[in-house]
């Protein structure tokens, strides 16, 4: 689960030129919530069996709430990395953070399915699923827009331009969905209340076994040199048909701006 700034808010950047996380408000990636109801349908379509669905999202203090709307939405247990360092990490460094997460709970609990949004909201990368299995050692079925599974298997289609793929796997595998994979659920008041007593764990990278070297801007492969603030908006420009050339000179407005 990824905590991403308000698109509706005033995002801004730090003085490293990295997405200030702290200072606006934020909320779980909408995306995000299509990979939450995955996993909750995965459980519930096996009644009977002992499965636990686990929220997990690495950000800073105010990433906690990313988890907790996953609790709301019907998630078992969360768990936050949080730690300074982290701070300014690109797709890789924040892989590694995600998958020494993911060898925890699975020591501690077993995790066979890993499931991610098709993308964030706020940098739309779509590798970290990817770069996830990759150090996971585990096959990767990526962007389902229909996911179906039976004991171990699971079968998704991605569709593509002009076409359909079908393509099965068998159990562990990293998964990302698509928000065309099923309506996400909506946080009842029930939900809402039985978050506040389930298990929500903070982890930092001592936690992982990893160093503060290993992750940050400092040993980011991309980095952002620099931004440009949005320009003010201007008044825009009326176009007058007085006289019956309104359309001419709405034309030669249109082509003047590369519109058509």
Known sequence: MKYVPDATADRKFEDDNTVDRVGVDGLLS???EYAVEQALQFREKREGEEITVTALTVG????VDA?????QMGAD????VV???IAGSDYLGTSLVLAKAVEKIKADAGADLVVCGMASTDASGSVVPAM???RLGLPQVTLASVVESQGDQVRIKRDNEGSTEVIGATLPIVLSVTDQSGEARYPSFKGIMAAKKKPL???SLTDLGLDAEQVGLSVAYTQVEDTTARPPRTAGEVVTDEDGSGATAL???LASKKFI
């Open 132 to 134: 996830l299995a990759e």
């Open 77 to 80: 247990s969360g768990v936050h």
């Open 201 to 203: 764990e903070t982890w």
């Open 251 to 253: 034309v030669d407005f």
């Open 83 to 85: 730690d300074d360092a």
């Open 67 to 71: 988890v907790r709307k996953a609790l």
């Open 60 to 63: 800073p203090e105010k990433a």
């Open 30 to 32: 909408e995306l995000d």
